[in-house]
């Protein structure tokens, strides 16, 4: 198994393979969450305080949604083949959505699940994605794409829990909630905006 910690300022990254790139990506953005948990976030009602910009938004749902989408990847690869799943089957109202405690025990989780089973995989493992768009869809798709889109994705949820937090005078992180290629364009020191394009 690759120690991606042992690359504590990215630089060493670029050299290693595909899959432990992508990795490394997955476990920072988690890492990310976790922080704003363990030492940002005071109170529970951080969690689930409501967005006056973003209706039915808390910083919660947000946390669990994103973290939802690793969790179901990894559940998938870690089981027998053939590789199907969706992530519309995501559990909703869970403790990690109103609780510090429980939202530091789920990422963690989902950190050590990622660094678990990511090592092991096949990039170009097939998976058959189930999507409710809202219509039924299919689509063939591998490991390493889906790795990939869920490391964007929570990218995504990060910067709306931005919006979230700055509504509660929350200060966040320079690079909390923006994308890799945004942080690499504007030369950012921040761990995703180390690698060049």
């Not at 870690?78 to 559990?91: L, V």
Request: aromatic share 8%; proline share 6%.
């Amino acid at each position: 198994m690759v120690e991606v910690e042992s690359h504590p300022n990215g630089s060493d990254i670029a050299s290693l393979p595909p899959l432990i790139q992508l990795q490394f990506v997955s476990t920072t953005v988690l890492q990310q969450a976790l922080d704003l948990v363990e030492n940002i976030l005071t109170s529970d009602d951080q969690l689930t305080a409501q967005s006056k910009f973003l209706p039915g938004s808390t910083i919660g749902k947000h946390l669990r949604h994103a973290r939802d989408h690793f969790t179901l990847l990894i559940e998938c690869v870690s089981g027998p083949a053939p590789h199907i799943f969706s992530y519309d089957t995501r559990s909703r109202n869970t403790p990690m959505e109103n609780n510090l405690s429980e939202a530091r025990e789920a990422l963690k989780q989902a950190i050590s699940r990622v660094e678990e089973v990511v090592p092991t995989a096949n990039l170009d493992l097939p998976l058959t994605l189930n999507a409710v768009t809202p219509f039924m869809q299919t689509f063939e798709t591998t490991f390493g794409r889906e790795l990939w889109f869920a490391g964007l994705h929570a990218v995504h949820h990060w910067s709306m829990v931005r919006v979230i937090a700055g509504e509660l005078d929350i200060k966040l992180d320079d690079d909390f909630g923006f994308a890799p290629s945004t942080l690499i364009y504007k030369g950012s020191e921040a761990l995703l905006g180390k690698a060049k394009i």
